[in-house]
C-alpha cells in the first residue's frame, strides 16, 4: 500500500467527522454538503490534490464551519513534509475576499508554521509580526518570532519580544533573555569592550540571578585584568546559583589563588565544597593542592583513602601516575594508564539534563533539544 494512501487515513476520518458535525448544524444543505464532500474525499484519495483542494474551497466559501477541514489537512501535509501542499491551502484561504475577520490571526499562523518548517525565516517572521498586528496578545505568535530570533541569532530582536513575555512567565522566560544577553556580552569580549561585556553580564543576572554564565564571564574578565581576589569571590559564588557547574570554573578558580600569597584557603575550601557537595568529583583537584602546599606523599595518602569511598577512574589513573615511579614494573602501569585514559575518553564530559543528550564539548545552548543552560558537567551519580 503507498505511504500516501496510508497519510489519508486520518484525514478521511477528519472529513467523515466534520461532515457529520455540519449535516447536524446544516440539514438543508446536507444533500449538496455530502455528496460534494465525497467528492472531494475521492480526488484526495486518487491523490489529485489540485481538484480535491478546489471543491474544498467552495464548500468552505459557502460555508466557513467548514474551516477546520483545511486546518486539518494543512496539519497533516506539514507533519508528511509537504510544505508546499499546507501553504497552498493557507494561502487559499487569506486571499478568500469573504474569509471572516475572526479565523484570519488562525490562518496567518498556520501559514507562519508553514513558512517555518520549509525554512523561509523571513516570510514567517512577516506572518507571525501580522498576527501580533491583529491580535496582540498572542503568545504563540511571539514564541515563535523568539526562536526565529535566536535562529538568525538577533539577540537584540529577541530581547525585544521576550521581554514582553517576562512578566507573564519570569521562571521560565528569565534565564531565556539572560542568555540572549549573555550573547551580547560574548559578542562585546570578542571586540574587547569591557564596558559593555559588563552591562550585558550584569543585566543577564537582572534577569536571571543564577545565571552561571553571566557570573563566569565577570569573573574571567576580573582575573583578565589580575583583579584574583574579585574573581575568586565571582567564581567561588557559582555554587550558590548552582553547585554542579563548579566544575567549569575550578581550573580557573586554581589559577587566581596561584597568584595568591600561598596559604591553606584553597585547601580549606576544597574540602568544604567537597564536603557539600558529594557528587562533585573533587578528589584529584584537592590530591594536586596537597601535593604543591605539602608532599606528594600528603596526596598520595589523600587520594588512597578517598579511593576506597569513591571509586572512579580519574581518581585511580592520578593515583596510578604518582606511585608509578615508586614501583620497579614500569610497563604493567604505562599499559594500566594507557587502558584508563582509553576508558576516560569514552566517558561522558557534559550531559543535558533536559534531553540527555551527551558530549564531551560544553554548550550553553543545548543542540538537540534547544534548551538554554541545561548542559552540565556528569556528576557522580549518588546510590542512593
Ligand atoms: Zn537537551
Known sequence: MPVWFLAMVPIAIVFLWLLFRTSQ???????????????GLNYLLNDEQGK???????????NW????????????YRKNGEMDKAIKIHQGLIARPSLPERYRSKILLELGYD??????????????????????????????????????KDWFKAIDIAVDLFAENPSVVGPMIAHYYCELADISKTKGDVTQLENNANKALRYDTNCVRASIMLADQAKAVGDDKKAIKLYEGIEKQDAESMMLVIDSLLECYANLPPSDKLYDYLVALQDRHENLFLQN???????????KHAAIDYLSDKIKHQPSLAGLQKLVTYKEKEIDSDEVFADLTTAISVMQKDSVEYRC?????????????????????SVKPSVIESDA
Open 25 to 39: 448544524s446544516h440539514k438543508t444543505q446536507q444533500s449538496t454538503l455530502s455528496s460534494e464532500y465525497f467528492k
Open 52 to 62: 480535491a483542494l478546489d471543491i474544498f474551497v467552495k464548500l468552505v466559501e459557502s
Open 65 to 76: 464551519d467548514t474551516i477546520d477541514t483545511h486546518f486539518a489537512l494543512g496539519k497533516i
Open 115 to 152: 513558512y517555518l518548517g520549509a525554512g523561509w525565516f523571513d516570510r514567517a517572521e512577516g506572518l507571525f509580526k501580522e498576527v501580533l498586528i491583529e491580535d496582540k496578545k498572542s503568545q504563540e505568535a511571539r514564541h515563535n518570532l523568539i526562536l526565529i530570533y535566536q535562529q538568525e
Open 285 to 295: 583537584v584537592i590530591a594536586s593542592v596537597l601535593e604543591k602546599s605539602q608532599s
Open 353 to 373: 539534563q533536559k534531553c540527555g543528550f551527551s558530549t564531551n564539548t560544553h554548550y550553553w545552548l543545548c543542540p538537540s533539544c534547544n534548551h538554554w543552560g
